[in-house]
DNA sequence: GATGAATGAGCCTTCATTCAT
DNA sequence: AATGAATGAAGGCTCATTCAT
């Protein structure tokens, strides 16, 4: 079996196999015996292609930040520049993406929270997601509202994701997508100035109501 | 020299000890050896008041849910029972209470979630906990909102609550209870009515913006 | 088995036990699991008494320094204080006591001298063993030669041992302990001015040839 | 495209890697990883050319015993055939040739000492060496000395040689040549019957003192 | 001839738990 | 009630070696 790009497969591989096994079991149980029977391989090889489990353990923690941003930014890029509203939706939209409120992804959420909290580098990824989500939102607010306010309303948009994203996760229905866009807009639109919003989105507004 | 009521003075200060641990290195790397050493006693009491490491972190789950119950009872408990706003502003108080949001706790908290995400009677012991939150807020905003509006309000709060906690948890500054009260006592005031404030916390509510 | 004062025979029974394996299978392949196994006890048991591989390698290495620092002293408390010759022969007959000609201490030497190289702990034991035996030596020939003879036979006597020592290590027969006193006691001789020698000694090394 | 020679190329590019890599880490820690690392070529190829790491091991060996010896015997080469003296002064010197009082020659001799007590082969490779010192000074010896005498001294110089070599290892300065030769010679001079010496040699050897 | 890829055996170490005292 | 002592199971990791290319 031996190729060369390898490395493209294994990386890959061993991070859904990581997230697989923490699905199963939970961070503290998933040994890299686990993970490499996940994926079909020997345990050696994750030491081969990420230095040891803890390198693995960010890597993998790295992939899903880096599919939440490409989920944001997938939706941003399709929005009318200008719409301040429909940017908005797009970015919480991201945030609840199919693949972020996945059970699996969940739980892998969940546990890097908690060793965040004692692994500086992988505190210092969370602090960075963080730290997007709210100049994400601030960049469009600031357009539509005065500087101070814009940033309690993005703080308080931030905090309405992460707070309904996490009951989510311990409801046994799952992460509920259209609730916490309904709750969110209802929030925005209280917010924000009647006249920024146009007929149209008054009207998706009131539907959601 | 059997002593009397040593399982009401070894167990606090076994949970103590948890929480200390957790702390310091995290609920991977808190062996029960170490635990027993902030404790100051030898590990194997650690089975014999708990059964096992499960039962310890299970019985320190639960006493940070006692806490957190007692933090929000007590200031209900001093508000004027018809005061909808005041209990509100009692409830949130009680979710941000100094002993909560203090950084051993948070930690604490965290690692729980994980956890709780594989241990049934972890899990269970959160569920109750998350109903708990809803069920005081909405039995207050059943008192001025229609039940649909009440319900929607209510899960709205809580996330704002989790939200805000869990962001703080990351914040280098820790977690702000000023801002979420404003944060939160802001939201409320666009959900309910006016009439529903009296004329001082109309000018509360004014200055916190 | 629990008993107190277990940490003084499990240490002596686990350095005998390194010292075994080192003899049946050499350093690199003697691994705890074979260490602890010829001690009749579990392999965890030399992470809790001595910290670890490394520590408990140190510690068999200090153990036998230990035991031929005091071969050379016991033989030198038996002595006349002012008798030069036979307190050298006194020093040289530590370095060959049977102890550590034994094939098994042998081994161990060897196996030391090669990681001393490369660990700073090793390597300064070492250095302290040698500086011992040199000055010793120097202290006895200082009373009988003048400095700079005295160190210069100081280190030709400490390289005889040594060398009649490293060479017997590879002789099927062993080391052979009479071999190195007759060929240091001739040396002396050949060194010294005959009037240091008193009549017995004399026809003691004339016979030795 | 094979290439001829290649083995001629590859075998000594390995045993140098191996040589460095015992003096960078010591034999313990010298992976095939590593030495094929210093020689800038893949692992796999260390078994292709010594069938794994215990020919490549035992091949260094070979190819330090192998200069040792040529170093001995270039020195005898240009010597007079029966200068008994200026031979042995030559077996001393090839000894202490540059090359085999360099740092990573030493530690490697001893990684092999302490290999060779368990390996039969390498085991056969150092009495062979051993004898071969003993047999070149006895050569020499017996012409000049009877042959139980000679015996005694040969080895008492074998001892010479080797316990300086080995006490020079472990001093900071590294092995002194000169002192060597001063000690070895000094004692040669008390062993042999004045009129072996030439008044050339007489004066070389007070010169010393 | 040479290599990138992969492996399985084995190593050191950690740890929750048990047990006699 | 409490502990010092000990353990067995398991964990992460290293490494010499093999193999298809």
Redesign the interface.
């Known amino acids: 079996m031996p190729k060369v790009g390898m490395p493209a497969i294994r990386k890959p591989q061993l991070i859904d196999a990581t997230i697989e096994a923490i699905n199963a079991?939970?961070?503290?149980?998933a040994s890299v015996v686990m993970i490499s029977g996940y994926a079909g391989v020997s345990p050696a090889i994750i030491n081969h292609y990420f230095g040891g489990k803890d390198g693995l353990l960010e890597e993998t923690m790295r992939s899903i930040l880096r599919q939440l941003s490409q989920a944001v930014q997938q939706r941003l890029n399709s929005c009318d520049k200008d719409d301040v509203i429909e940017r908005i939706i797009a970015i919480v939209g991201g945030n609840f993406d199919s693949q972020q409120i996945d059970s699996k992804i969940?739980?892998t959420w969940?546990?890097f929270?908690?060793?965040?909290?004692?692994?500086p580098a992988l505190?210092r990824l969370?602090?960075v997601n963080?730290k997007r989500l709210l100049s994400h939102l601030l960049l469009e607010l600031k357009r539509i509202l005065p500087a101070d306010k814009a940033k309690?309303v993005a703080?308080?948009i931030?905090?309405?994701?992460?707070?309904?994203w996490?009951?989510g996760?311990?409801s046994p229905n799952g992460i509920d997508r259209d609730?916490a866009q309904?709750?969110i807009m209802?929030?925005v639109e209280?917010?924000v100035p009647p006249q920024t919003l146009d007929i149209h989105q008054q009207r998706q507004l009131l539907k959601k109501n």
């Open positions: 079991v939970g961070l503290q149980k969940v739980k969940l546990a929270w908690s060793m965040a909290m004692h692994q505190f969370q602090r963080e309690f703080l308080s931030a905090a309405l994701i992460d707070g309904i996490l009951r996760a311990f609730l309904r709750i209802d929030y209280k917010q």
